[in-house]
């Protein structure tokens, strides 16, 4: 009888797991993608990474997309540009802003918090989770850089 639970109790475990998307020969799916306006830079990682329905985005700067400088305007202009270069690598990728599971926020300057928070909250109807940390130095003196966590429709880019 012992066996028998046990066996049921498997079989049942076993029908519950979540089908994982993969390749014929059994590998998961995976893309490296590059952000709009970067595919002729030679940067050293890529911005984002799909694997099966999930969307792994590197942090991003509020640099205007094909350029190396820092939008010029303070936390909430490098915060709104960060957004908008991340809503266009996850269109780009087949997922959007609606769609971003988590967030972690670096911020220069924990000050500036309350600032930054004023732009950010203006791009999420779901707001996702988030973390919010200051770093001693972020790349090009940047105020912010944000990395996201995304899903997408299963058969999207």
């Known amino acids: 009888m012992r066996i028998l639970v046990l066996l049921i109790t498997a079989l049942v475990l076993t029908s519950c797991e979540?089908?994982?998307d993969a390749q014929a020969d059994g590998r998961p799916d995976v893309?490296?993608?590059?952000?709009?306006g970067t595919e002729n830079m030679d940067?050293?990682?890529?911005?984002?990474?799909?694997l099966n329905n999930t969307l792994y985005l590197s942090g991003a700067l509020g640099i205007p997309p094909g350029t190396r400088q820092?939008?010029?305007?303070?936390i909430q202009a490098e915060t709104r540009q960060t957004l908008e270069n991340i809503s266009r690598t996850l269109e780009n990728s087949g997922s959007s802003i609606d769609n971003v599971v988590k967030c972690t926020v670096f911020l220069a300057d924990m000050s500036e918090w309350a600032a930054m928070?004023?732009?950010y909250t203006t791009f999420f109807k779901n707001k996702p989770a988030r973390s919010a940390i200051a770093a001693s130095g972020l790349a090009l003196d940047a105020r912010v850089e944000i990395e996201c966590i995304a899903w997408v429709e299963p058969g999207a880019a």
């Open 117 to 119: 928070n004023e732009v």
């Open 70 to 74: 820092l939008i010029e305007g303070g």
């Open 43 to 50: 940067l050293p990682f890529t911005a984002a990474v799909r």
């Open 18 to 20: 979540p089908a994982i």
């Open 31 to 36: 893309a490296y993608l590059k952000a709009p």
